[in-house]
C-alpha cells in the first residue's frame, strides 16, 4: 500500500553531494566557490529592515531583476528570478513537459535532470556526446518538448559554442533550456542568442561565480514571451525578501566578482598542471571544477582513501564516469592539500 503517484514511489530521487558536519575539513566535492561573498552582500542583509520581513516579498523581484538587465543589457521583462536555478529547471519541467512531452538532452550530464523528468512523468530522450564532447547532432531532431544543454556542462567542464546553440535553437521546434549555472568560469555565453529565439531560455546561477550558494538564488533569461509563460508556473513567492536584495548586491559588484573569477582561473589552471603530473587525464576546464580521469588507480578507491583524511572530492559511479573524479577547485591552500594527498596515495 502506498500514497504515492506512482513513478514516485519508483523514483530514488536526487542524491545531493556531501555536505560534511565538521569545519576542518577539505571540501571540493560540490562546486562550491571557495572564496566568501562580496562584503557589499553582507552590509545589505545587516541592513535589513524588520519591515521588509514582516511583508510578503516582492513575487517579481524587480530590484533583482532590474539588477540583472543592467548587467546583461536587456530590460526586465527579459528577467525571472527563481529559488536558485534548479528551481527554474523544475519551473521549466512543469511548463513544457508532461507523458506526451518528452525532455532530451546529452549524456553524460547534471544528474539533476533525469530526476526532475521522473517527477513530472515525461519521458527523457539522452543522446550520449561523443568522447570530445560535441553537441550531439542527433538533438535537433527528437520530439522533445524541452532541450537542454548544460553549457559548460556538469561534470565533464566541456564547452559547446554558442554559434551551435543557436543551430540548435533554429533547427529545433521545441524550448532549447542552456544551463549557464557555471558560466561565470567560461570565456564565452549565449546571451547574447536571447533577441534571436523565442525558443531559448538561458539558466543563470548566483550559487558559483557570486559565492552564494547558501542563499539559493538563480534567474531565467528569455524573450518577454517566454518569461510571461513561465511566471505562471513559479511559486508567488519563490524569492525571499533578504535573498533578493543580497544578490541584486552581487551582481553590482562586478569588480569583487572578477577578481574572484581571476583567482580561481589561477587555482584552476594549478590543479591541471598538477594533476597531469600526476598522470591523470585532465582535459581544459571551462567550470569550476575539472574531472580528473584516472589510467591505472580505481577512482573510487582514491575517492575513499580521499574522504579518510577529511578531503572530499566527488564520484559517480556511472558509466563513462566511474574512472573519474570530479574536483572542485579550491584555494590555493586546498588544493595543495589535494595534490599532497594523492601524491602518497598513488
Ligand atoms: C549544472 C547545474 N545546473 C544548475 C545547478 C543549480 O544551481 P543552484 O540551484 O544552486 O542555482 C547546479 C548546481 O550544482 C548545476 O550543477
Redesign the pocket.
Known amino acids: 500500500m502506498t500514497y504515492f503517484r506512482e513513478n514516485i514511489e519508483k523514483a530514488v530521487g536526487y542524491t545531493p553531494g556531501f555536505q560534511p558536519k565538521e569545519a576542518d575539513v577539505t571540501k571540493l566535492n560540490?562546486?562550491e566557490n571557495p572564496y566568501p561573498p562580496s562584503p557589499k552582500v553582507l552590509e545589505a542583509i545587516k541592513s535589513i529592515k524588520p519591515e521588509k520581513l514582516r511583508k510578503y516579498p516582492d513575487p517579481l523581484a524587480d530590484e533583482f531583476r532590474k539588477a540583472a538587465a543592467d548587467f546583461l543589457n536587456l530590460s526586465p521583462d527579459y528577467i525571472m528570478c527563481?529559488?536558485?536555478?534548479?528551481?527554474l529547471?523544475k519551473i521549466a519541467l512543469q511548463s513544457f513537459c508532461d507523458p506526451k512531452r518528452p525532455l532530451a538532452y546529452p549524456t553524460p550530464?547534471?544528474s539533476?535532470y533525469p530526476v526532475l523528468a521522473q517527477i513530472q512523468s515525461c519521458e527523457t530522450i539522452e543522446i550520449p556526446f561523443d568522447d570530445e564532447f560535441n553537441l550531439p547532432p542527433k538533438l535537433a531532431g527528437t520530439d522533445a518538448a524541452l532541450t537542454i544543454i548544460?553549457n559548460p556542462?556538469?561534470p565533464t567542464a566541456s564547452f559547446i559554442n554558442p554559434d551551435e546553440i543557436a543551430s540548435l535553437a533554429d533547427e529545433s521546434n521545441t524550448v532549447v533550456l542552456v544551463?549557464e549555472?557555471?558560466v561565470d568560469f567560461a570565456e564565452d555565453n549565449c546571451i547574447r542568442l536571447i533577441k534571436d529565439f523565442d525558443n531559448l531560455i538561458i539558466?543563470r546561477?548566483?550559487?558559483?561565480g557570486y559565492s552564494l550558494?547558501g542563499l539559493?538564488?538563480?534567474y531565467a533569461v528569455a524573450q518577454p514571451s517566454l518569461i510571461k509563460g513561465l511566471l505562471k508556473v513559479k511559486d508567488s513567492y519563490n524569492v525571499d525578501a533578504v535573498a533578493v536584495t543580497a544578490a541584486a548586491q552581487a551582481l553590482k559588484d562586478q569588480k569583487y566578482f572578477s577578481q574572484n573569477i581571476k583567482k580561481i582561473k589561477q587555482q584552476r589552471k594549478y590543479l591541471t598542471e598538477k594533476l597531469r603530473l600526476l598522470n591523470f587525464k585532465v582535459p581544459d576546464s571551462c567550470a569550476n571544477f575539472v574531472l580528473a580521469a584516472c589510467k591505472k588507480q580505481n577512482a573510487k578507491q582514491i575517492y575513499q582513501k580521499l574522504a579518510k583524511q577529511n578531503i572530499y572530492v566527488r564520484y559517480f559511479d556511472l558509466p563513462r564516469l566511474d574512472d573519474k573524479l570530479r574536483i572542485t577547485v579550491g584555494t590555493k591552500q586546498q588544493n595543495e592539500k589535494l595534490i599532497a594527498a594523492l601524491n602518497k596515495i598513488i
Open positions: 560540490t562546486n527563481c529559488n536558485g536555478g534548479d528551481d529547471l550530464t547534471y539533476l548544460c556542462n556538469a544551463d549555472a557555471y539558466l546561477s548566483m550559487s558559483k550558494a539559493r538564488f538563480g
